[in-house]
């Protein structure tokens, strides 16, 4: 039984698209977010919702929408997708401050 | 601005002798501390923690160790097997968790 999944593993599009990843956590934790790793590796936090609520957004495009309709789910919505968007993306969700963050298998998008 | 940092990409150990992975970091302001492990096509899978007032967290083969005053935290596994080779991730939490840019292990049979 996943604790968090996501869909769809893979993902690839053309130039201009609008596209969404869904994620759904089955561990009851009130925080979620969304990660991405990008061609160097990097794994950087875009967002993080804390029971519904938007409480983090790092220097991410508007054209990254997220959105929790409830607390198990946080998916994203990416508008006018692009080249340099072609990354791996992950969300992730954790009970608290203080726990360990759970992840999903990650999500390729490609943009072509 | 890499406010934790692994500066090994990459680490080549023998099968049964003692890996360490090392981690720093800039911010005093972390109170928590995490290792991940990551092969390729999955998500990140948690290791170990250890909490700003510990300086050694023990589970099994694997140790983490903090120097609170140097900034500093290593994972050491010993003995490395060969299902240890994959990317390691140390992270840093606050109200989100900040990740090291990694260190590939590959453990030599």
């Known amino acids: 039984d996943t604790a968090v999944s996501q869909t769809p593993k893979y993902l690839v599009t053309q130039m201009g698209n609008d596209k969404s990843i869904k994620c759904e956590q089955n561990l009851g934790h009130d925080t979620m977010y969304w990660y991405k790793q990008d061609s160097k590796k990097f794994l950087k936090i875009m967002f993080s919702y804390n029971n519904k609520e938007l409480i983090i957004n790092e220097t991410v495009p508007n054209r990254f929408s997220p959105k929790s309709p409830d607390k198990a789910h946080l998916n994203l919505h990416i508008n006018s997708l692009e080249l340099g968007d072609s990354a791996v993306y992950f969300c992730?969700?954790?009970?608290?401050?203080?726990?360990?963050?759970?992840f999903g298998q990650g999500t390729r998008l490609t943009v072509v | 601005d890499q406010q934790v940092k692994q500066n090994s990409p990459s680490l080549s150990v023998q099968e049964g002798r003692i890996s360490i992975l090392n981690c720093d970091y800039t911010?005093?302001?972390?109170?928590?501390f995490l290792w991940y492990k990551k092969y390729p096509a999955e998500g990140p899978t948690f290791l170990i923690s250890i909490s700003s007032i510990k300086d050694k967290n023990e589970d099994g083969r694997f140790t983490v160790f903090l120097n609170k005053s140097a900034k500093h935290l290593s994972l050491h596994i010993v003995p490395s097997q060969p299902g240890d080779s994959a990317v390691y991730f140390c992270a840093a939490s606050d109200k989100k968790l900040t990740f090291g840019t990694g260190t590939r292990l590959t453990i030599i049979p």
């Open positions: 911010n005093s302001m972390f109170d928590y």
């Open positions: 992730a969700s954790r009970r608290s401050d203080g726990d360990e963050a759970f």
